[in-house]
């Protein structure tokens, strides 16, 4: 029988397969570039989110407040109506303690209506939607510097009452919240508020000569701070040790868009 010779080539080690191309390394600037672009994102996405649920919170202050004036307002007016009645057809037969406790009563509701008016006025200020930001801010200021035996001085012009409503608002959320700060520290003796033009808006200063605020307190500021730049604003504060406070907040003349 013819003998049948085979050849076999001897194969190379790490020749029997193919090897697989690695992908070319992304520089490390596009990483940078793409993170920051990923993180940029997704801060619009939560401003935007915030801003709906601050707005979203408004209209149920400004809801609540309503049915607080209209629904606990009549029935106190009534029941003070019904008091008076009493008072007109039995007031002379009453004793001494029945007097007394006739006088309790009515004013225990004289004491509900004003903390319903308190109440109705925290939630949403009725001197703001029916007389504008000029005078809701002065007697806001007027009113707590009072209260707070702090010197107030208070510069508006009178075109501020035509900004739109919402960034009437937030001009006085933010002046609102300043000034709660202001007298929560408890240590300035003058506070100055000034609204003047700049640019295509205006700017807000809050101003006092109290203790500078430190770190944590500024921090505490950052919801002021995104509700002004929800607007298209912007925020800023100073606070230099013996020279006080300042906040400024900018908005423009119509708010981001609202076109």
Request: glycine share 8%.
């Amino acid at each position: 029988m013819p003998r049948i010779s085979s050849t076999c080539s001897k194969t190379s080690p790490g020749t029997d397969h193919l090897t697989a191309k690695e992908p070319d390394a992304v520089p490390d600037e596009v990483l940078e570039q793409q993170l920051e672009a990923r993180v940029a994102a997704r801060t619009e996405e939560l401003s935007a989110l915030s801003t709906h649920l601050l707005r979203m919170m408004e209209s149920e202050r400004s809801q609540l407040a309503k049915e607080l004036h209209d629904e606990l307002g009549g029935l106190i007016t009534a029941a003070k109506m019904d008091m008076a009645w009493l008072q007109a057809h039995i007031g002379n037969s009453l004793d001494a303690a029945g007097e007394e406790k006739f006088r309790s009563v009515v004013q225990m509701l004289n004491q509900a209506m004003m903390l319903k008016r308190r109440v109705v006025e925290t939630l949403r200020p009725s001197l703001l939607d029916h007389f504008g930001l000029q005078v809701a801010l002065r007697s806001h200021f007027e009113e707590h510097c009072g209260q707070g035996q702090v010197e107030c001085v208070v510069t508006l012009p009178d075109e501020i009452n035509d900004l739109e409503p919402a960034l009437q608002l937030t001009l006085f959320r933010v002046a609102q919240e300043a000034l709660a700060n202001i007298l929560a520290r408890a240590s300035a003796r003058h506070v100055e508020l000034v609204v003047e033009p700049e640019g295509e808006g205006y700017l807000m200063t809050v101003g006092d000569d109290g203790a500078a605020m430190d770190g944590q307190q500024q921090r505490a500021l950052a919801g002021m701070r995104h509700r002004v730049q929800g607007t298209g604003g912007r925020l800023e504060v100073d606070a230099v040790q013996g020279q006080g406070n300042r906040i400024r907040a900018y908005v423009p003349r119509s708010q981001a868009g609202s076109e």
